[in-house]
């Protein structure tokens, strides 16, 4: 069964900053494509950021210039550096692995960030 392992949620100021992981097995962070969506309360879920095939990074518009995606090879971990954080950014974020060589779609338990003002 795939697993993606989500860490790092919490709540914090507007302005503050926070990390999340996502750690999956060898095999998904080799094939798949990973990355991170949200969804907040009453509205329609989103991509936040997302690594490509040829390692090209996708944002959201509405995160671009404050969060960043990293992979770790060696952790099979992938990373979301969130910077600048606003009220409107609070949701449950999703890790994500679909696309590439992988034999399905796969999502993480998901996290709670409250960004408060």
């Known amino acids: 069964q795939v697993q993606l392992v989500e860490s790092g949620g919490g709540s914090v100021q507007a302005g503050g900053s926070l990390k999340l992981g996502c750690t999956t097995s060898?095999?998904?962070?080799?094939?798949?494509?990973m990355g991170w969506i949200r969804q907040a309360p009453g509205k329609e879920r989103e991509l936040v950021s997302k690594?490509?095939?040829?390692?090209?990074?996708n944002y959201g518009e509405s995160v671009k210039g404050r969060f960043a995606i990293s992979r770790d090879k060696a952790k099979n971990t992938v990373y979301l550096q969130m910077n600048s954080l606003k009220p409107e950014d609070t949701a449950v974020y999703y890790c994500?692995?679909?696309?590439?060589?992988?034999?399905?779609?796969?999502r993480g338990q998901g996290t709670q960030i409250t960004v408060s003002s």
């Open positions: 060898r095999y998904v962070f080799a094939n798949c494509l």
């Open positions: 994500t692995a679909d696309g590439g060589l992988c034999e399905g779609t796969y």
């Open positions: 690594i490509l095939n040829d390692g090209t990074i």
